[in-house]
Structure formats: C-alpha cells, structure tokens
C-alpha cells in the first residue's frame, strides 16, 4: 500500500459531522513508532458520541471550566442549574445557578450590578426602619429575619409588626419571604437567600450554632411596673410545632404582638410553623391589624385625617353646633331645645382646633370659655369635655383611646445617661414618663384677647416624645454645660407635664372678686406606673351649674353663699343687662359690701322666655344680683346675677 500523506488535525479549524479522522492501530505489545496494525478511520459525529460515553475523571471536562456556566460551585451546595433568563451581549442564554428548580426561594446579591445596594441600609436612606441598629452595615440581617419591599426606594427591608400602612411607605407588615441563608464571600456577606414558601431548612454559618434569629417575649407584667417594656431579640432553636408570628423588630417571634402588652396597632400574622429546630413550613397568612388588649374593655375611635399635627397623649373631645343654657339646653339663638343644627363653636383658643384639622374633634381645655359672662348664661365648662387620649398619630390618621390602661414606649434619649459623670441629677434616665400614684388633670389654656391677663397657658408645648437624641443629651449629659432646649422640657420630662395639654397640677381658679369659676378642676388619667396609666375621665370640679359649693381657694370663704345683707330695689326701666345693673346698684347702694344681695324689681315689665332677654310691657319683673367685691370704700363694685 503506498505512503499516504499525513496532515497535522491541530491545524483543522472546524469539525464537521461527516468528517473522517484516521485512527491508526499500535501493537498492544510494543511501542514502536511504526503502525503495526490496520489503518481505520471515524466520522466526527461517531467519535462525539462514543467520547461522552467515557468517564469524566478519564476525559470529560468539568462544569465550571465550561464558557457559560459559573466557574465556583462555593455557597451553591444543594443548588440547581438554570438557563438564564435574558441572553447576554452576543445574544446567547447562558446557564446559572439557583436555589430551586421553582420560585420558592431566591439568592439576591448585596450589591448589584450597578453597584448599588439591593437592601436597605439605615445610613443611606431617610425611612427610619426599627429592626435596624447598626448604622450602615449589612450584618443587621440575620437568617430568620423577615422582609418586605420597600416602594420608595426600591430595596428589600425589614418586615415588622407595628405602624401598618404609615405614611408613603409601603405597609410595614407586607411580608415577601423570610431570610434562609446568608452566603459569603470570605468573610462578606455577598449573597442573602429569601424563601417565598414551602418547606425550608435555615442554615447557620456557624456549624456550632443552628439558632434562628427569633423575637423573644416582652417582659411579663409585674416587671413592666420597674422596668422599661422590652422585647429582646434573641438566637433560639425552633420548637417543632410551634406557630412564629410576624415581629415587631423585623425578625420572626415566638410569641403574637397584637397579644402582648407593647404599645399601639401591630398586625397580628403568623409566618411559620416549625417542623424541628432548624425547619419549618412557611404559611404567610393575612395579617389581621389589633390592639395589644392590656385592657379587654377599652374602645378605641380611628379617624383619618387628610391633614392634622393630633400627637399621642393629645386630649380630645368632639366639637359642638348647639350651645347649652346653664339652666337647660337650648339653641343659643331661639333657646329651643329640638334643633340639630346651628353654626360650629367658635374654638377658644383657636390653636386648639387647628390641631384636628378638619377632623370632629377639638383638644378639650379646663379654662372657663365664656370668661366674660359672669352670669353664667350659658354653659361655659364644655372644654373640659373628654372623648379620650390619642395613642396613635401620624399625618394620615390616629386613634382615640376612650377607656381602659395604656402603656407608653420609652422616649429616645431617656433609657440611661451616656455622660461620664453619670448625668444630670435634673434627668429622669429611667425610662419613667408619669410620676406614679398621681392623678393628672385637663390643662387650662388662655381663652381671653392678648390685652386680658391670662387664665391658664398661652401656648401648646411639646411631648416627650418630640426631643431628639441631641436635645436630651444637651440637657442631661453633662451638668456643667447642661441647659433645656426650651422652656417646657424641663416639666416635660420631670413628669409635671409629659403631654400636651395634661398636667399633674390641677388648674382650678376662681376669681377672688365675683366668684366665678376662671378654670375647672378635670381629672383624665391616673399614672399607674412611670409608664402605665388608667384613664378616668371624671366630672369637672366645681360641676358648671352650681359653681358656689366649693370653698374659694383664696378667701376660704363660701362662694356666692350666706349674704351679708339683701335689699329690695324698685324701678320702672326694663330689666338690665350686666352694665346697666352695676350703673344702678352702685348708685342706689354705694355702701354695698361683698356678698350683699340685691333684687330689683322692675315694674311694668315681663318676659316672653324665661331663656331669653326680651322684654315687653307686663306687670313685673324681679332679677337678684349679688355684689362680688366691696363698694364701701369708694371702688366701684362688681354685682353679677345671684
């Protein structure tokens, strides 16, 4: 057989299926250079076929030494293969690795591709998030945590229990998946693996430590008296059967929020059932929004507010279109006591109803309304009037507690000192809000014209809660620098008056010349603990329509009892107004003394309603008027209806 010509194959570009490769034939017991055996030849096609079949430790070629597929299988055990879903720039799918052939599960990076971060992270986004503690680092998230998506800035974060449906914010409460795996890259964190549903098994980096990051239970009851209200977020191992709840610092609970003693709305919304210490099934039911229920018989009223700055603590009561006589009730235009309908209160101070907005509600006020109307006429007490205390407010909505007991969270900034000599001995660093054992009172709030003097405070003041971190500490942290960042703070936080318009003193006064009542006495809550109170809602002090059975404070005499002397007066005017009564009994009886009474009849006169001030031609009318201050000495006194 002639010599054939022999051509390098490293040099052939591309195979085709119907192309021949020679095969020569070496003996099996030499290893001469020459063939010894029969030359054959292969189809490409052929040769591929029976190549795959042969053992991939003898030939093949590994998967990640492959173009399109990963080239590390590191934190992918257990994992599946997946043809991407959009090609790359040559326009060809490629091949990566996911958690599950379905979508139940799904492994995010930290950072995409644009180098921006997939997650939310407290220092570069404005929301504020509660389950984060530390500033700008991904290890907040921890396998068991739980997560939503965050509308606004288009990043996953922490899920939690309270403040459902805030503000523009996407609802707090809106679950997508729970944090199964955290994968690394060294010692970072490249990769957070979120289950959907389904069966899941949390695995822990740590293979000495299996724990889930879960929510552990408020401190009971008793504590919560001496104790800031906590909820400790703790590693636990699952219980198998037990039922984990939707928590309120972004992690799951092992125990249901809106069944605890914290404060406010929270979503009650179980999120998955343990099936052994490091599984579970994930059952991501509806959440239904409750009331923590310290107290089983309390009503809470919502309101939605399009535009209202209502602060927790805020006392409310209902606005009013008819005006109430002081002996009856009655319009106060046509004294009848059948109408609905009528103008709206004229707010005093006006500031009070501004803060409702356009809502039916108005801060109550313990001052006297009709200051000016010293015969009381009508009913001036209605400020003191309660509906209940806000416990939730935002710029959206807030709700109106009416009765029962209400536990307030600790303020920023008053859980310890951070100053080096201890702190302010002015502080209350305790957590503490209320003084305990006190009653708190309805404050009294200036209704008169700035030229009057004043009757009660002038002016809203601020909350506890709203200092910030600064301001306590600029107050509290160094004594020798110390100083209030306002005027009020330092009742605020001493516990005189933590909210706006309460306090522990009562605001009652009297005028010391006519006797009428310039501020009630009203009682809205008793401080059951530093943080706990009961609200009371108890008549005002002295009731409006029998101002003269309490003692004056500053006489400690009887108010408007025991006459010192009466006299009967006629004339045959028509019956007087308040001006045209002191004009006539300061010149009939200039030697009046306080509490001497007297009773003007007028002849030739009558009433049409005994409710109103029209008069017209009759046989008589008589009007007793008691003088307030003394005349004797050459001052005009001061006589008011008897």
């Not at 404060?263 to 059932?273: A, D, F, N, Q, W």
Request: proline letters at 6%.
């Amino acid at each position: 057989m002639a010599n054939q010509k022999i051509t390098d194959l490293n040099k052939l570009q591309k195979l085709s299926k119907q192309d021949l490769l020679i095969v020569v034939d070496r003996s099996s017991t030499t290893n001469a250079s020459s063939p010894t055996g029969e030359t054959m030849a292969i189809e490409a096609n052929t040769l591929a076929s029976q190549l795959a079949e042969i053992h991939q430790g003898d030939v093949g070629i590994k998967l990640p030494a492959l173009a399109d597929v990963p080239n590390s299988y590191e934190g992918w055990a257990g994992g599946y293969l997946k043809i991407t879903d959009n090609p790359n720039i040559a326009g060809e799918h490629e091949i990566e690795f996911t958690d599950a052939p379905g979508a139940s599960e799904m492994s995010v990076p930290v950072v995409n591709e644009n180098s921006e971060q997939n997650f939310y992270l407290k220092s570069t986004d404005p929301l504020s998030d509660p389950a984060s503690n530390d500033a700008n680092v991904i290890t907040d998230y921890h396998v068991g945590d739980v997560l939503r998506r965050d509308g606004l800035s288009g990043k996953f974060r922490h899920a939690f229990s309270g403040l459902p449906d805030v503000g523009n914010d996407t609802s707090s409460a809106e679950v997508i998946g729970i944090i199964r795996k955290l994968k690394y890259v060294g010692d970072e964190i490249a990769y957070i693996n979120i289950a959907f549903g389904g069966h899941i098994k949390f695995e822990i980096r740590d293979p000495n430590n299996n724990d889930v990051h879960v929510t552990g239970n408020p401190r009971v009851e008793l504590e919560a008296y001496d104790q800031p209200n906590v909820t400790p977020t703790i590693n636990t191992p699952l219980q198998d059967g037990k039922t984990y709840f939707l928590g309120p610092n972004g992690s799951i609970s092992d125990y249901d929020p809106a069944e605890s003693n914290l404060t406010g709305v929270h979503v009650s919304k179980p999120l998955l059932v343990a099936t052994s210490t490091t599984t579970g099934v994930i059952v991501n039911y509806r959440g239904l929004m409750c009331e923590h229920s310290e107290e089983p018989h309390k009503f809470i009223v919502e309101h939605t507010a399009s535009c209202s700055n209502v602060k927790v603590g805020d006392i409310l009561r209902v606005k009013r279109k008819i005006q109430r006589f002081a002996t009856g009730y009655g319009s106060s235009t046509g004294g009848k006591i059948n109408e609905f309908e009528g103008d709206g209160e004229a707010i005093r101070p006006q500031y009070l109803g501004t803060v409702t907005g356009d809502a039916p509600y108005v801060m109550s006020n313990a001052a006297t309304l009709d200051k000016e109307d010293q015969d009381l006429v009508f009913d001036d007490s209605y400020g003191c009037d309660m509906l209940g205390m806000v416990i939730v407010a935002t710029t959206e909505f807030f709700q109106i507690q009416t009765t029962g007991m209400i536990t307030f969270d600790t303020p920023i900034g008053q859980t310890n000192s951070t100053g080096a000599d201890g702190g302010d001995p002015r502080s209350n660093r305790e957590g503490g809000i209320f003084k305990r054992g006190y009653v708190y009172y309805l404050d009294a709030f200036d209704v008169t014209p700035d030229s009057e003097p004043n009757t009660g405070r002038t002016q809203l003041s601020q909350t506890i809660y709203d200092y910030t971190l600064a301001e306590y500490s600029d107050a509290f942290d160094d004594p020798s620098t110390a100083s209030w960042p306002d005027t009020d703070m330092e009742q605020v936080v001493t516990g005189i008056r933590p909210f706006r318009n309460t306090t522990i003193h009562t605001p009652f006064e009297r005028d010391t010349t006519s006797g009428k009542v310039l501020a009630y006495s009203k009682p809205v809550f008793y401080a059951v603990s530093e943080r706990q109170i009961l609200l009371l809602n108890q008549p005002a002090y002295p009731p409006p329509f029998d101002q003269c059975n309490a003692i004056n404070p500053s006489l400690a005499t009887p108010c408007l009892e025991g006459a010192m002397e009466e006299k009967n007066l006629t004339t045959t005017e028509e019956p007087y107004e308040k001006a045209q009564a002191n004009d006539f009994l300061n010149s009939a009886w200039p030697t009046a003394v306080a509490r001497d009474i007297a009773a003007i009849t007028h002849q030739g006169w009558t009433r049409n309603d005994a409710e109103v001030s029209e008069v017209l031609a009759g046989s008589y009318v008589t009007d007793r008027w008691m003088m307030g201050s003394a005349s004797g000495t050459g001052v005009t006194g001061v006589w008011s209806k008897a």
